[in-house]
């Protein structure tokens, strides 16, 4: 009964738990009963993932109507593979979340911090899980609204402004996709997404169509922060709370490319957007830019946050460029990057929130004299540092070695040099911190002590997996190989599917 | 000008989606982007509830002698959509309470820091 | 001389990754306690040269030694193998570990270094990175641990943490890893998309089936991508890093770091691309004259120097470059030259830099034009500055002989006139840069007062760095006249030989 209704789960659970935790009403309380619900959906998501990875794809039917009709809840290696990401993080992060809000986010409103990370993480699985596109934006609204709320919860007052800014170009993005689900469903008649990409199928070229399209993908590249509809994004990560701009780093824009693969790839067909509509090299040289221009405009801040938002926005760049390259090893490569950024994201914007927490700021000049007095932190920090740089044993590296392959074995020459020369901006931004951790004297008589352990063992545990995924490649690249496979097989039905899947892996 | 009169329900949306865009976009209060936004959503719902009307077709509730009905599913579909429109205006005009709060103005141009504009 | 025979062949190469690793453990565990700190260096670096020493005996009788640690992607694992090239510069670098441990606990002790654990930590942790380079069977591999070696040379560079570090680290660590990461491993993934594999085999893996512009091409973002060969214009780091304090600049950026550079160099060239056939790449000419061009002009730079280790860095471009078109030359015996380079010129080099160390911390006096007279002072010293200055010239009875006999006698074989004209005007370069500092030190009086030298005038360096000085000097004599084990060693290397008309 209950591994029946497991696909389900992840989204129920949150769901639930989030008004309970408001009634709880205690700090302490909420914070141990949303991590505990967290952790049994991440638990719950490792289990979809063998399963999925195991016998392909899992359907359950909302309610016991049957799709098309009824609402469907699909999980398939990619949608597993993204809510193991979520959930994990989310466990994480609420872990860390406690002595991180004591000091950022009054306490009056501690409960409230849990319930809407709830909610969010929520709306983020159902986004990951549902197999119906209109569904997909209602969850796209719960976790955005969710967001919204989170991002205005730090005591900064900017956090408002920045927060006012997301909500106007948030809801934008999700009426854009809500305009894109009804023009496809104006021609086709149906909101399930195997169905859909079936009707689309039929159809040699519709205007509808077309301009359906055109909305989801400008709507979905606001939400994923695509260069130029990025500019939300650096105030809102910068503002939020640090436990905050942790989680939203690394699950939100993920879910966010995500949505759009699955529009892509599923729904559309990758033959119909890349080569009818020809939005390859749109995306690609958007990709290329972004990476460009915001490492560039991350080496020019000040606020350590900044830094690491705009540096979030040339990653996200990276994911682009491997969905892009339009093959199954650049699906590979930008699945594998939604994976691996949000490890090194994860663990840098944590180590930036203890660094919030005991300096008070989050200026460069903040980090002056760091690597001394915490070790622990800056360590923790300057080896993810290195992962976003890419280098050798680290998940960074496997990221950017993927990519490479993928653009080289599409005879993209510049595209694979430039996205090498790109993680040389990234030297810059980060070694410019590092450089102030621990080359610069700190301010006179000030001594901070190292973060608390509760802090530093979820930052810890990203490390290690950060470092883990660099070596032991065998599980991240396995679960991003099956989830390209499947998305780039036109073929719908579970078994057939399976087959293909498997025979595409001793390939 | 059939192409006009035949398409009127898409006129009228498109005209209210670029209007509320456009009051998205320019407007300096922040009441009346919120405000904006509103009727660009609420261009978007009646394009669904439009699309929903089948020529000839009765309201979708089962009566005798009525064999052809509208499609009741946008209509239901744009319930959720119209929640969804209320929870953002809601939590957006939350916002507004809090930067006036904050801020002491909710007028774009007299922020201090041209960093806070929106 | 194999004491590890109990063990299997292949443990030995895990060992010799792992034991400095374990070193570099204790020592920091160990931090608070000096002596018992530097004892565990150097029982590290002993150990660890009797495990090398284990190798080279395995190698000469033929064994196969590999390893396999993870598999990093299907068809592609971090794994090891050993290979005589990888043994000749694992031996000199494992053995000069051993003499700049003892150099350095003189010399960091009479100069009262701060965050002394830290440096022999990192001291450590880079020799197992080399270690790892020298039997990575895999370019995969090789590139692993190249920027590991630069990472955890970093803090070594900057270790006086001032100005001038941070500025030598920014350069250092900015060319090393932006000429890696944007030509080394660019080229790494062309060979793999292209062959589908990076495994070193003997006469490289490009076939028919690679586009000779291609090939062409990856020749020239290898020898780039390498930036650690210091080939101009990517040679800026090297006298940046001299900041870092001498027993750094004398094993990292004379032997290890550098070597590591020439190393994989060597190493591509022969197993990726194989000699026979770089002579028909186009673009193998171009470069070796940049090669050529590099050792010219470098020791042009290095005349113009008055700091000493300025000057000697310059000098080390010059010689590094001798190596690459050693390699380029598309010659066996041009290659046993470059290979044997690899030995002498680290021999003569360390000399250098220690005795310019132990002037440093005796004297502190950095610049050439201050040390007239010192021979008076620093007799030992000087006499083995001079030593290691003739090695590096080429002059005998000096180990610098061989190799650039080798190397003259390869640029012959291979026809290149031009080439040969290099070799001896950079010779002759040398000698107009290496060798007034000797004669100024000895024959240029500082005042006027004509005393005859006693003893009583002496202040020599510490007496360990004096120990290490002494060992390598003797070692650039012994070369001379007993290389035959090291020759040995180079024949074994696939295509590679030491007879004018051998080949394979």
Not at chain 3, 5 to 10: G, I, K, M, V, Y
Request: neutral net charge.
């Amino acid at each position: 009964m209950f591994e029946q209704h497991s696909p389900v789960l992840p989204i129920i659970l949150p769901l639930i738990a989030a008004p309970i935790c408001i009634l709880l009403g205690r700090s302490q309380l909420a914070w141990l009963f949303a991590t505990f619900i967290s952790a049994l959906g991440f638990g719950i998501s490792i289990g979809l993932m063998l399963t999925t990875l195991d016998q392909g794809v899992l359907s359950y039917s909302l309610g016991g109507w049957e799709p098309p009709w009824g609402i469907e809840v699909r999980v398939d290696a990619a949608s597993a593979l993204v809510l193991c990401v979520v959930t994990g993080i989310s466990s994480l992060v609420l872990v860390y979340a406690k002595e991180s809000i004591a000091k950022e986010i009054d306490s009056s409103q501690h409960t409230l911090y849990y319930t809407a990370h709830l909610l969010c993480l929520a709306g983020l699985s159902g986004i990951l899980s549902t197999g119906d596109a209109f569904n997909l934006f209602v969850f796209l609204e719960i976790s955005s609204l969710a967001t919204y709320t989170l991002v205005s919860l730090a005591s900064d007052k900017r956090c408002l402004t920045a927060a006012f800014r997301y909500l106007i170009m948030g809801t934008i993005g999700a009426t854009f996709i809500l305009i894109g689900v009804g023009m496809m469903y104006m021609k086709t008649g149906t909101l399930n997404m195997l169905d859909l990409a079936a009707r689309i199928s039929e159809y040699d070229s519709s205007r509808t169509l077309n301009t359906g399209l055109a909305f989801i993908l400008v709507g979905v590249s606001i939400k994923l922060a695509l260069f130029p509809l990025h500019m939300w994004l650096p105030p809102a990560y910068t503002h939020a709370p640090s436990a905050v701009s942790a989680f939203l780093a690394s699950t939100a824009t993920k879910v966010a490319v995500y949505v759009m693969v699955r529009f892509i790839f599923t729904i559309y067909g990758a033959e119909y957007v890349f080569h009818t509509m020809g939005m390859d090299t749109i995306l690609l040289v958007l990709a290329i830019v972004a990476i460009f221009k915001c490492s560039f405009m991350a080496t020019v801040q000040s606020n350590v946050k900044t830094v690491l938002a705009y540096s979030s926005v040339a990653q996200i760049g990276y994911m682009i460029l491997g969905i892009s390259l339009v093959s199954t090893l650049g699906l590979t490569a930008g699945l594998l990057h939604i994976f691996n950024h949000a490890l090194m994201k994860g663990a840098l914007f944590m180590a930036v929130g203890a660094v919030l927490l005991r300096t008070g700021s989050v200026d460069i000049k903040a980090f002056q004299g760091l690597g001394k007095q915490m070790p622990l932190t800056m360590a923790a920090f300057t080896i993810a540092g290195l992962s976003i740089i890419g280098v050798p044993l680290t998940a960074g590296f496997v990221s950017k070695w993927y990519l490479v392959t993928a653009a080289l074995e599409q005879q993209e020459w510049t595209v694979a040099f430039l996205v090498l020369a790109g993680s040389l901006l990234a030297i810059i931004y980060v070694g410019r911190i590092l450089e102030a951790a621990y080359f610069k004297n700190p301010a006179e008589g000030t001594t901070y002590k190292e973060a608390p352990l509760l802090m530093l063992i979820p930052l810890w545990i990203l490390v290690f997996a950060n470092i883990y995924f660099g070596i032991d490649t065998s599980m991240s690249v396995g679960a991003a190989d099956t989830a390209a496979q499947w998305l780039t097989q036109p073929s719908s039905s579970p078994a057939t599917a399976l087959s293909v899947n498997m025979g595409g892996a001793t390939q | 000008m059939s192409f006009i009169v035949d398409y009127y329900n898409y006129w009228i949306v498109v005209f209210l989606m670029m209007a509320g865009f456009y009051i998205v976009i320019s407007a300096n209060n922040l009441v009346k982007k919120i405000v904006g936004l509103n009727i660009f959503q609420t261009s978007v719902f009646m394009l669904y509830i439009s699309i929903g009307n089948v020529s000839g077709g009765s309201a979708p509730i089962v009566a005798d002698g009525i064999t052809r009905y509208s499609n009741p599913l946008p209509h239901v579909l744009i319930l959720t959509a119209i929640v969804v429109g209320v929870a953002t205006t809601s939590v957006g005009l939350a916002l507004i309470v809090r930067i006036k709060r904050a801020y002491g103005t909710v007028e774009e141009n007299e922020f201090e820091d041209k960093d806070d504009l929106i | 001389m194999n004491i590890w025979s109990a063990l299997e062949p292949s443990q030995l190469i895990n060992l010799t990754i792992i034991v400095p690793l374990v070193g570099a453990a204790l020592v920091v565990l160990l931090g608070k306690n000096p002596n018992l700190r530097e004892s565990i260096s150097i029982a590290t670096a002993v150990i660890l040269f009797t495990l090398v020493l284990g190798i080279t005996d395995n190698t000469f009788n033929q064994l196969n030694m590999a390893t396999s640690w993870v598999d990093f992607l299907p068809g592609l694992n971090i794994a090891f193998s050993v290979e005589p090239l990888g043994v000749l510069f694992a031996l000199v670098a494992s053995f000069l570990w051993i003499i700049t441990t003892i150099y350095a606990i003189g010399y960091m002790r009479g100069h009262n270094e701060e965050n002394q654990t830290r440096f022999y930590c990192c001291f450590a942790l880079a020799i197992s990175s080399v270690m790892a380079i020298c039997f990575s069977s895999n370019l995969l591999t090789l590139f692993i641990f190249y920027e590991l070696l630069t990472l955890s040379t970093y803090p070594l560079v900057t270790h006086a943490g001032n100005k001038n570090a941070k500025r030598g680290g920014r350069v250092y660590l900015g060319i090393l890893l932006s000429t890696s990461i944007a030509f080394l491993l660019f080229a790494i993934l062309a060979t793999w998309v292209s062959t589908g594999t990076l495994e070193f085999t003997p006469g490289g893996i490009f076939t028919d089936a690679q586009s000779s512009s291609l090939v062409s091409l990856l020749l020239v973002l290898f020898c780039y991508g390498v930036g650690k060969a210091a080939l101009m214009p990517f040679h800026r780091w090297l006298p940046a890093a001299m900041v870092a304090p001498t027993p750094v600049s004398a094993l990292l950026h004379a032997v290890a770091v550098v070597k590591a550079g020439v190393f994989s160099i060597l190493k591509i060239v022969i197993y990726i691309f194989g000699i026979d056939n770089l002579s028909q790449i186009s673009t193998t000419d171009v470069m070796l004259y940049i090669g050529a061009a590099t050792v010219l002009f470098s020791s042009f730079v290095a005349m113009t120097k008055d700091n000493l280790k300025a000057r000697l860095a310059y000098s080390t471009v010059s010689q590094l470059s001798y190596i690459v078109v050693g390699a380029l030359l598309a010659s066996s015996i041009a290659f046993a030259g470059a290979s044997l380079h690899i030995v002498t010129h680290a021999v003569g080099k360390i000399t250098l830099f220690f005795c310019a160390g132990s002037i440093f911390v005796t004297t502190h006096k950095k610049n050439i034009s201050e040390m007239a007279s010192l021979g008076r002072k620093m007799p030992l010293t000087m006499i083995a500055f001079t030593i290691g200055a003739l090695s590096i010239i080429g002059l005998p009875p000096m180990a610098g002989t061989w190799s650039k006999w080798y190397l003259v006698v390869g640029a012959l074989e291979a026809d290149k006139l031009i080439i040969l004209m290099v070799l001896t005007i950079s010779s002759l370069l040398n000698v107009a840069y290496l060798l007034p500092i000797p004669i100024r030190a000895f024959f240029t009086p500082a005042d006027q007062r004509s005393q005859s030298w006693s003893w009583s005038e002496t202040s020599e360096a510490p007496w360990p760095s004096l120990l290490a000085i002494t060992v390598t000097s003797v070692m650039c004599l012994v070369l001379f006249f007993y290389p035959q084990p090291i020759i040995e060693l180079v024949n074994l290397i696939p295509g590679v030989s030491t007879d004018i008309n051998g080949g394979t």
